[in-house]
């Protein structure tokens, strides 16, 4: 079994690519995925036990036959950075568009 534990929801997806469970962790919560599927998304101090029990769950789903090592179902997605993980898309774009209209000497 592939674990991975990554620090960050926005780039830990890429980085995780191909495990089998993965935690990305940040802003003190843990979102949890499954052969690419989210099944949790806890507080900081639940990620361990949390992460430990979805390894066990899947190995027991390995051993019974329901499913295969490295089969992930679905691609891991970052999540919109909005709310509490920073500004969206949107608007990162939008001030990205803004940037670019300055001219040389503006303030």
């Known amino acids: 079994m592939k674990v991975a534990v990554m620090g960050c929801v926005v780039n830990g997806p890429g980085e995780a690519e ?14 949890i995925y499954v052969q690419g599927e989210r099944v949790a998304n806890v507080p900081e101090e639940e990620i ?7 390894c066990k769950s899947f190995q027991d789903r390995v051993r ?3 499913v295969e090592l490295g089969q992930k179902r679905v691609d891991i997605v ?5 709310g509490e993980l920073g500004s969206g898309w949107e608007k990162m774009a ?6 670019a209209d300055l001219t040389v000497g503006e303030t």
């Not at 970052?78 to 909005?82: C, I, L, N």
Request: no cysteine; net charge negative.
């Open 18 to 31: 191909g495990a089998d469970v993965a935690v990305f962790a940040g802003d003190r919560r843990g979102i």
């Open 94 to 99: 939008a001030e990205r568009i803004k940037g």
């Open 64 to 66: 019974a036959g329901e």
């Open 48 to 54: 361990l036990d949390r992460l430990l029990g979805e």
């Open 78 to 82: 970052p999540p919109d950075p909005v």
